[in-house]
Structures are given as C-alpha cells and as structure tokens.
C-alpha cells in the first residue's frame, strides 16, 4: 500500500453516498485490498448506522462533526491505520472483541484453533488455560460456544487483561473466566483440561518484513519470539505437561513455517501424540499435543 494525501477534504453538507463514493476512491487509489468494505464500515461508524442504514438515509447530509471525524479516519487509514483499530474492534469467530494499542489484532488465522477445541469438547465441559489471553478472543470465543467450559487468561499485560475484562463482560462470561497477571506459567497452579496459546512468533529478523499494518499497530510484546521466533514455544512446552490434566492436550497456533521446530519441542517433552492442523489457506497452522 502507498500511503497518498487526499487533495479533497470531506466536508459537512455532502450526502452519505458521496462520502462512501470519495472514501472508496481514495482507499482504491492507495491501494487498499478492500476499499469499498473499509469506506462502508468507516462511515457507517460514525454515523450511527449498520450498511442497510446507509443505503437508506443515503441522501442525508453528513454534519459538521461527522464530516470532521470522517476526515481524520481517512487521513490515518490512507497513513496505514487499520479499520479495526479505528473502529476499535474486531470481528472474531463471529463475535466483536474491543481491541486497543495494547493488544494484538485477532486474525481469522487463529479461529482454526478456537475450532479444534469446540470440537474436541463438544457435548463436554472442561478448565481451559489461555496464556498470553490478550483480548482474550480465544478463550473467550470457547467459553461463549460452549457454556460448559470455564477459563483461566494470563497475561503479562495489566492493560491487555483490562481489555480481555471488558470482553468477557460484553460476551456474557464474565462468570465463567479468571484472569491473572503472569508471565506464561509463573502465576498460574492448579491443572486444565486444555492449555491454548498463541505466543509471539515472528523472529526479530523478519520486523521489517511484515506489513506496516502490522509492524506499526501491532504490540511488539504480542509479536515478536525473539532471535528465531522460538523463544516463548521454549518457555511454554516443557512447562505445559505438570499444568494438564491426564488427557489434556496442548494447543499452540504457530507461524507457517514453524512445524518441523515446534513439533520436535512437543515431541521432547514428552508429547507421545502430535497433531497438526493446516489453516484456510493451507499453511500449517496449529499443534496439538496429549
């Protein structure tokens, strides 16, 4: 994406379907994957309205204030901002989670891991530990799917756990999950039927290869392994197998090009049976260890 400056400023007094049509122009000119969806959400946000709304009251004028917020989200969307940071929220395993600088963007990427455990429990309960929780999209996706599980969160992030609060709140679990401050293992006892993670993954090498949506709105904490990528899955599996229950399995999300080095860390700690599972667009994706 090429950031540009638009030389069009929105102004009060244009109709909501001029808005959308110049945001979209704009978007489509940067050369943003969907310009259209982004001018939609952006405009309906603001005006207090959902896409059918739009179409409907599609000749009401946009107000002074609406017209003035609409035109900073665009400067920073066409600066690299993602919309879900602007909107703050996203939309994940079909619900929406707020989000804020101090957690990372849900991908679809991880909803094949919330996926394998509903499967696993299904018809079942079960104590499921969630380190790194974050939003706590993960844990808090099972918990809403499945109103037999319970959870405990961990993070090392007092400002991440505050969001994964206000989450469980709005999702209606609040009852059913503990959050905690703790550094992976180190604040956490007791034993799960299920421990889930998605730890940071992306090698310090590669930061300048990853898109700047990604790079400059993502929390490093919440990105980045260390040196190899490696460095939390070496922390979390030797550890993982005293929290489990007997027949507890592990869930690790891991980056495409991870399996060979994370499924031999699995198999090393004592893992006798090892699963991997592809994401949507065929890339392995998640192991499983029991």
Known sequence: MTPIKSDKPLAAGITLAQAQQALKADFARAGLATPGLDARLLLAHICGLDEVGLVVREGRQLTASEAARLEKWRIARLAGMPVSRLL???????????????VLDPRPDSEILVGQVLADFAGRGGHVLDLGTGSGCLLLSLLKEN??????????????LHMARLNAERLGVRARIALRQSDWFASVSGRFDAIIANPPYIAEAARDDLMPEVRLHDPPLALFGGADGLTPYRQII?????????????????????????????????????????????????????
Do not use: M, W
């Open 88 to 102: 703050g929220r996203r939309a994940f395993y079909g619900h929406d989670f707020k989000i804020n600088p101090n």
């Open 238 to 290: 030797p550890q993982a197998r005293h929290f489990l229950k007997p027949g507890g399995r592990l869930y690790l999300e891991i980056g495409h090009n991870q399996v060979a080095q994370v499924g031999a860390l699995v198999e090393q700690a004592g893992f006798a049976h090892v699963e991997i599972h592809k994401d949507l667009a065929g890339h392995d994706r998640l192991i499983i260890g029991e």
């Open 147 to 160: 109103a037999r599980l319970t959870g405990l969160g961990v993070d090392c992030s007092p400002a991440a």
